[in-house]
């Protein structure tokens, strides 16, 4: 199918009305999805991220553990989206400076993983934009010109359409 072709987007019924799509009849397989993205921000405002010395705690932990609990509730967030049983979830939050990554910043990565009959890539994509937006939060007293950019899916697993890696 082409992108522009109507069929292509499923979450529309023949009238054009938006609806959840039904899975009910889709084999339950084994799905995988990885997304990634970065928040790049002032050297200073890195440096403190990176020595844990942020007036609000650890703020790389608790951006992880915003970006797991929003996987979970990706459903409550996106309205078309199923809700899942995953039975997996990791992020990892990097901090890099300019010499090593040409940006001086966070890079976040998000693995979802369930064994279902639709796909999570939805959910790592939220995970990765919570919790990007949670070091914004813990971060703006110092620094409100931080950005968020490149969150994009970088790899999906399972399902009748099989895998998408990035090129």
């Not at 992108?3 to 019924?13: E, G, I, M, S, Y």
């Not at 009910?24 to 020595?51: H, Q």
């Amino acid at each position: 199918m082409k992108p522009t072709d109507p069929q292509a987007l499923t979450h529309f019924d023949a009238q054009g009305q938006a609806h959840m799509v039904d899975v009910g009849d889709k084999a339950a397989t084994r799905r995988r999805a990885v997304a990634s993205g970065r928040i790049t921000m002032l050297d200073a405002t890195r440096a403190l991220i990176a020595s844990g010395s942020a007036k609000k705690g650890d703020v790389l932990g608790v951006a992880r553990l915003a970006g797991i609990m929003a996987a979970k509730k990706t459903s409550d967030l996106i309205p078309l989206c199923h809700p899942l049983a995953l039975s997996h979830v990791a992020l990892a939050l990097e901090v890099v400076d300019a010499a090593s990554a040409g940006f001086d910043g966070v890079i976040c990565s998000a693995t979802v993983e369930t064994t279902g009959p639709t796909g999570v890539e939805m959910e790592a994509l939220t995970a990765v934009q919570v919790a990007l937006l949670t070091v914004y939060d813990m971060c703006k007293a110092v620094d409100r010109g931080m950005t968020i950019t490149d969150v994009k899916l970088l790899e999906k697993h399972g399902g009748k359409s099989g895998s998408f890696v990035s090129s």
